[in-house]
């Protein structure tokens, strides 16, 4: 999956940070913590934190983060190409995702 490395985690959970009236208040900070417990701190601009918001709610969508270019993917916009439950974990070596040419 572009953008997914062997280090790709699933995502458990996503909390947004503001605080209004600080002079760096044009962004929330994001913080992604993943099935390994990792916790990874993300600034996202305020205007692109509705989008972001607006397309984890879709039915299936599996969010993932990849820590090698701070990546997060949202998987299943479209289709089901990443099963509902995958895990890191299940992966002997490889990223553990589908391959689309198989």
Do not use: C, K, Y
């Amino acid at each position: 999956m572009a953008g997914a490395s062997a280090g790709t985690q699933r995502v458990t959970f996503v909390n947004a940070n503001w605080s209004p009236g600080r002079p760096d208040d044009e962004a929330f900070e994001l913080m992604v913590v993943t099935e390994d417990e990792q916790r990874h701190a993300v600034r996202v601009p305020t205007a692109q934190v509705g989008p972001l918001v607006a397309i984890t709610q879709g039915a299936g969508v599996v969010l993932l983060w990849d820590p090698e270019d701070d990546t997060l993917v949202a998987a299943n916009l479209v289709g089901e190409w990443v099963p509902p439950t995958w895990s890191a974990s299940d992966r002997p070596t490889s990223p553990g995702l589908p391959d689309p040419d198989a």
